[in-house]
DNA sequence: ATTTCATCCTGGAGGC
DNA sequence: TGCCTCCAGGATGAAA
């Protein structure tokens, strides 16, 4: 469910709301959804945090991380229906809670998961109460700005635990870097979608990312262009832009950790707008399977890119 | 080595 | 009302 701009959404929120705050204790309701090298240790684990403080609020794709002062940080993949609450937000939703953090001044935050595809990481934070450990300055959108060094000191933790390795910010790709992810005779679509070349796309933000481009998501990555990867570069990251600044898209089950729903539905363009009138051009938008995902795109907008 | 496919879950929608 | 099928924002391990 959350793609990279839900995530960075509910991230946003955490970060104001517990930095600072001490845990008073971690209960793990649904202990099956631990991975990792402490999956079998997780009592104990999760008993090494009682009484730390978090100390940064992170994101990498679609994962999130919450970093703590004690010897371990958690890491929480959200699957299609993970959500975390802080207290007071939708408060009558109880059923599915999978984990709890009860914090020493008698708040709450829950982590919520109907269909259980969720995973929670416990990952080794040694040295990371020095640079590591603080969350880096701002910008002008609230927006934790990962550097360089930052980004590869999380991809080590994540390494060391046995996360499987993400290919760079899909909304801070260099051109270059994407020409060199796009190759093969695979659908663009797909290869999109693989965490391993390009991190945080979902189903919603490639869809949309693609017609922004105009390009087919049939299309063999080969075949693009350097112009159509100049563009798909361009609209990933205004799509994603948007996407975050309208703080996500929510169908059914996102809510950020205030319990509010995105507003980007509003604005798609061709996901889950099959049979409805183009945008662009007021054909009808089609649906088609795409590697086991549905793919919706305008046939007229996005001509299906070819060898000359 | 790559790439596809079923599978892990629950619930909502729509057909009959 | 009930029963059935299909569908869903993701990740992964087995199989081809």
Redesign the pocket.
Known sequence: ???LP?VENIAAGLRREIIGRPIERIEILTP?MI?GPYRRRWRKTAAALHQTVFRGVRRR???LILVTDGPFALLV?????GKFLLAGAGTKDQ??VRFTINFSDGGTLRYID????G?LWFLDSPELTGTGGRDSPTDCNGLVSLNDHDLDILDEWMRQVG??RLGPEANRIKTTELAGILT????IK??L???ARIAG??????DESLFDARIHPLSRACDLKPGNIKELRNSMRRVLRRAIEQG???????RNAYGQM?RFGAMLKV??RAGESCRRCGRAIE?I?I????SHFCPFCQPLLTVD
Not at 77 to 81: A, P, S
Not at 201 to 206: K, Q
Not at 291 to 294: A, K, L, Q
């Open positions: 469910m959350p793609e839900e099956g991975r794709a679609k994962r993949q959200l699957g299609m229906t059923r599915h109907l269909r259980r595809f995973s996360l499987e093969g005779s695979r659908p797909s290869l979608l693989d965490q796309l979902g189903n919603i933000y490639a996500g898209t929510t169908f059914s089950d996102y995105g996901y889950r649906r399977r590697s086991g995902r549905s």
